[in-house]
């Protein structure tokens, strides 16, 4: 089944690819393309999630188990890549048909690349590499940005340094200066010590579906998407897209953005004030998910952390158990059929303010990876939203 989406997502991003202009379709035929690929997203992401999730808890949980954690790597190494896979070509699919559209939000830059860089520690320890992030130009850099395509962008460039590296380290530095008025220049370089590209690759890696074949094992890694995703998203930004290498020296990939600067960022971490319903043993967290791995994950995933866990399959449910317990945090699944998140979400705050009671942390939890949901997701009285597949210690960020 999964080859078979996956064969249908290709086969729709050509069929974008080579439609003659004279012959393009209609607005309605187009919205309808964009909602599949959406739907498609969705589809694929929220199984994906579930298994990604249960492998890197059991990874966690064999550490020492020496016949199984190898199997249990490879297979999370393997679903991690299926998941960039489909997510790359559905983004490509969506930039060349026009449908691509940025989300700007007042964000403190600093913080948000620091967030992104935290997450591949973990990484570049297991390959025995150095990761080093700095700053140039003060610890803080409030901006009109897009968060989650700039941590798209940034996730992208430091995950291909460290597959490509196998030993030495990795810079990331993050330099800003004001422009001109209320704009701020930002430059974001990523330098490995990798073995380079050849000058007559490099060019060829912009363009989408080309690979990279690596001199060492003859190999080719990856989707060859995720160099041209993110030219393409740095360009929405009007910015620009610099890669540098020298065989045997390392490759640099810097990224040039010039951004309305901010007078209201929004942190990327947060402490919460708890609520009315918390205990000395953890946060009460109330999830609710129409589809029974994702609850079982997610149950999983706090009871790890320390969290006391109640879980409905519904938002009747959600609703129904809410009004019987307070909780501190409340996350739900955006997309469950008939009363969705969203809907879930306001019904939430209007029945609080009636009520005038203590507010609970609103989280939404959805596998369509779009900017807009995020605005979605404030406009209905959420707190944040978790874009599936989330790991452990994503969540862990959340709930504090």
Known sequence: MGVLLLTLIYGLAQCVRRRNPAREETD?????????????????????????????LQIKQNARTQHAQPMLEV???????????VSDVLDISRIESGHMTLESSAQELVSLTRSVVQLFEEASVQKQLAIHFSVVGGERCPVQIDPWRYKQILSNLVSNAIKFTHEGEIRITLAHHPAETQRVAVSLTVIDSGPGIAPEHQARLFTPFTQFCSRENGAQNGSGLGLAICRALCELMSGELILASTP????CVTLHLTLPASNKPQPVQR??????????????????????????????QLELLGHQVTQAESAEEALAKWHAQRFDYILMDCNMPQVDGFQLARTIRFQEQQRAIFPATLLGCTAIAESDIIEECKNAGMDGCLFKPCSQQEIAQWII
């Open 28 to 56: 309605s035929s187009s919205l309808a393309k964009s909602h599949f690929l959406a739907m498609m997203s969705h589809e694929i992401r929220t199984p994906l999630n579930a298994i990604l999730g249960i492998l890197e």
């Open 75 to 85: 297979a999370h190494d393997a679903a991690k890549d299926l998941l960039v896979l």
């Open 248 to 251: 045997g020296k390392g490759t």
């Open 271 to 300: 402490s919460l004030t708890v609520g009315a319903g918390s205990t000395a043993g953890g946060k009460r967290v109330l999830i609710v998910d129409d589809y029974r791995p994702s609850l079982l994950l997610l149950r999983h």
